[in-house]
């Protein structure tokens, strides 16, 4: 009498939940994407502080700052931009005042508020660092997709923010 195979894990259900397993496809493509991120971020990196001194955390919040017409954001519109824990991002600009990257200037409309503004030195430092940033990003990223592979990359990423966006309100969630 032949023995019922065991259902693989893709078939399973993950305990405690009703999803099921990643199959073989999925769990090799989710890897790859994580290597993927996790080398891509240590380059940028690596590269940002050799050229430039600046860290990619560091390039992340000046290039937020230099997207406003006014060059200054609140701390929870920086934030929620960057969606950095509220800790993280206080020690951060902390440190990045310090260099004289940032200062903290006082929100006349709101007493307890304050904008996250950028300095003169922290535009140079950004405006310094974006050619190399850029070609890092060229290099290892953009040339080796096609225009096609740049469109479908676009919608993939587009498509699942949205999801993301979706599953904010849910029971849960942590963000609200």
Known sequence: MERPSRPGPSERAVPGHDAPWLDADEQRAWRAYLRMQGRLAATLNRQLQIESGLSLADYEVLVHLTDTPEARLRPYELQWALQWEQSRLSH???????????????????????????????????????????????????DGLSREEVALLERLATRILGRLDDADGEPGDDAG
């Open 92 to 142: 951060h600009l902390t440190r990045m005042r310090r260099r004289g990257l940032v200062e903290r200037e006082e929100c006349s409309d709101d007493g307890r508020g304050a904008f996250v503004v950028l300095t003169e030195k922290g535009r140079q430092a950004i405006t310094a660092a974006a050619p190399g940033h850029v070609g890092v990003v060229r290099r290892f990223f953009f």
